[in-house]
């Protein structure tokens, strides 16, 4: 079993940054890939970025050049690092590890406003 824990969500206007973090914990030596996701209000959960072991990273279109994922071995953490923030970046951002069998963390909230 992973255990998954995030922080880093708040309230940011337009065009402002937040770095979210996401600590595993448990049998994390069966961790093929983490990431994010992400669910606005009234929408299907959708990907946001998603790295692996060997550092390959992958990035939805409507992020890409202003998000950036990255993770620290020795720490067993996931970094989402989110610039230009726009409004429809409102969302419950989760974070998940792979080991065959999906894990999610209980989500934190980003909230885009001015």
């Known amino acids: 079993q992973v255990q998954l824990v995030e922080s880093g969500g708040g309230l940011v206007q337009p065009g402002g940054s937040l770095t979210l973090s996401c600590a595993a914990s448990?049998?994390?030596?069966?961790?093929?890939?983490m990431g994010w996701y992400r669910q606005a209000p009234g929408k299907q959960r959708e990907s946001v970025a998603v790295?692996?072991?060997?550092?390959?990273?992958y990035y939805a279109d409507s992020v890409k050049g202003r998000f950036t994922i990255s993770r620290d071995g020795a720490k067993n953490t996931v970094y989402l690092q989110m610039n230009s923030l726009k409004p429809e970046d409102t969302a419950v951002y989760y974070c998940v590890a792979n080991t065959g069998r999906v894990h999610w963390g209980q989500g934190t909230q980003v909230t885009v406003s001015s």
């Open positions: 790295i692996a072991r060997t550092d390959y990273s």
């Open positions: 448990g049998s994390i030596s069966g961790v093929n890939t």
